[in-house]
């Protein structure tokens, strides 16, 4: 009884007429097509760019691990001893160990990269001062 009235319905369902489309519905169709299409581009695009970024990223990181950063031999000269001998004949009542220092802070000195100076880095401030300092 069921499966009659199934078939049945199934039957009156094929019998009915069929609508055809509007003239616009093949051009809304194929722009919508089109615009899907182009954001998915875009989308390979970007994704393209973050995979170039993350793989620089990591080649730039593996070579910086990889190179060897003693850019100098030593940081004091060839001729340490001398050098620490001279800080001790310029002040004579230096112990050897504060001598070897001041050796190697006037050798660290020397050997400064030169850099751009900051204006106001020099000068201490105040906080009172600062405008947006609530008291």
């Known amino acids: 009884m069921f499966s009659d009235d199934l078939s049945d319905l199934e039957q009156a369902l094929a019998q009915?007429?069929?609508l055809a489309p509007p003239d616009s519905f093949r051009?809304?169709?194929?722009?919508?097509?089109?615009?899907?299409?182009?954001r998915g581009q875009?989308?390979?695009?970007?994704?393209?760019g973050v995979a170039a970024v993350?793989?620089?990223?990591?080649f730039s990181m593996s070579a910086a691990q990889l190179t060897p950063w003693q850019l100098t031999s030593s940081p004091l000269p060839q001729d340490a001893a001398?050098?620490?001998?001279?800080?001790?004949?310029a002040a004579p009542d230096l112990p050897p160990r504060e001598a070897r220092r001041q050796a190697l802070i006037a050798a660290a000195r020397a050997h400064l990269a030169p850099a751009p100076?900051?204006?106001?880095?020099?000068?201490?401030?105040k906080l009172e001062d600062k405008p947006w300092v609530m008291h």
Request: hydrophobic share 45%.
């Open 16 to 18: 009915r007429p069929v």
């Open 27 to 38: 051009g809304r169709v194929l722009a919508a097509m089109g615009r899907e299409t182009r």
């Open 42 to 48: 875009r989308r390979r695009w970007l994704a393209a």
């Open 54 to 58: 993350v793989l620089w990223i990591n």
């Open 82 to 89: 001398a050098f620490t001998d001279r800080m001790r004949a």
């Open 117 to 125: 100076t900051m204006p106001y880095a020099s000068q201490p401030t």
